[in-house]
């Protein structure tokens, strides 16, 4: 009895972590460098980019999926983040974090 409520604490403690980094994350970007195989900078289009690889992660993300990429994952980042990140990489900037 006390065990199933310990774990249906921790199991709630989890799925909001998850929630909340999901929502949380802020890419540090590094505006004077370049990425991949750009030969400019791409920093007059970071605001445009951002928003728009913020809707592509969040369509593309759920709190199952983030759930079973975050316990897979390595550096325990969710679906939402990588998919945040490698969108950012692609479109030629520098993220950091």
């Known amino acids: ?9 921790l ?7 998850i929630i909340i ?3 949380s ?4 970007i590094d505006t004077a460098g370049k990425s991949g ?3 400019e900078d791409r920093a007059k ?3 445009n980019d951002k928003q728009h690889c913020k809707q592509i992660a969040r369509e593309n993300s759920n ?23 490698k969108c950012l ?3 030629g900037h520098s993220v950091l974090n």
């Not at 009895?1 to 604490?9: E, P, Q, S, V």
């Not at 994350?25 to 540090?28: E, L, N, Q, S, T």
């Not at 079973?68 to 969710?78: D, G, I, K, L, Y």
């Open 63 to 85: 709190l199952v999926s983030n759930f079973s990429f975050w316990f897979m994952s390595p550096q325990a980042e969710t679906k939402y983040t990588s998919l945040y990140r």
């Open 89 to 91: 990489i692609n479109r």
């Open 11 to 17: 199991l709630l403690i989890i799925i909001l972590s």
């Open 25 to 28: 994350y802020k890419p540090v």
């Open 45 to 47: 289009e970071i605001t």
């Open 1 to 9: 009895m006390i065990y199933d409520n310990i774990m249906k604490n």
């Open 37 to 39: 195989t750009f030969n």
């Open 21 to 23: 980094s999901a929502c």
